[in-house]
Each structure stands twice: as C-alpha cells, then as structure tokens.
C-alpha cells in the first residue's frame, strides 16, 4: 500500500517510459488515500495500456491492520475483482 499519488507515480514510473511495463499483465490495486479526480486519471491512465484497476480504499488503524482486520471496499470490473479478492481477503479476515 503506497501512501499518496506522488509514491504511486513514482514506482509506476506513470509519466515515464516504464509505467506500460511496470502493469504489464497485472492488476493495480489502488489502496493509498487520494482524491477522487486522482484516482480516475490513475484508472484511465491504467485502462489506456490495456490494464485492470481496482479501486480498494482501506479502513482501520494499526492493531487492525496486525490482526488482518481491516475492512477493505473493493471497486471494479468484475474479473479485476476476481482477481484481487483472495490476496485482499488477507488483509480484511483476520490470519
């Protein structure tokens, strides 16, 4: 989980050379806190090279977060959602 859109361009390289094979054959889960116009520009930019997005914005504090209980509200097409509800679920139901 990367903390706001200016972590999240950076290891996307989002503006660079990089950004289509960094999400090359994957799913992003946006998980950071960011505005709403933020994170549309991010599923579009994702969309554009062909690439699946899924918006998972986070609630909890740290003991929940220990304790795998945070409740995650999972966004997106539906197999992008496939996707991502196993590895998310390790994160929301308590390991």
Do not use: W
């Not at 998972?56 to 504090?61: E, N």
């Amino acid at each position: 989980m990367l903390s706001d859109g200016e972590a999240i361009d950076a290891v996307l390289d989002r503006c660079g050379a990089a950004f289509a094979p960094r999400v090359a054959g994957r799913t992003v889960v946006h998980m950071g806190t960011t505005s709403p116009a933020y994170s549309r520009e991010l599923e579009a930019d994702i969309r554009s090279v062909g690439r699946r997005y899924v918006e998972a914005p986070v609630s909890g504090s740290r003991k929940p977060a220990e304790a795998g209980q945070l409740v995650a509200m999972l966004a997106g097409e539906a197999d992008a959602l496939a996707n991502v509800r196993r590895p998310c679920s390790a994160l929301t139901e308590g390991q």
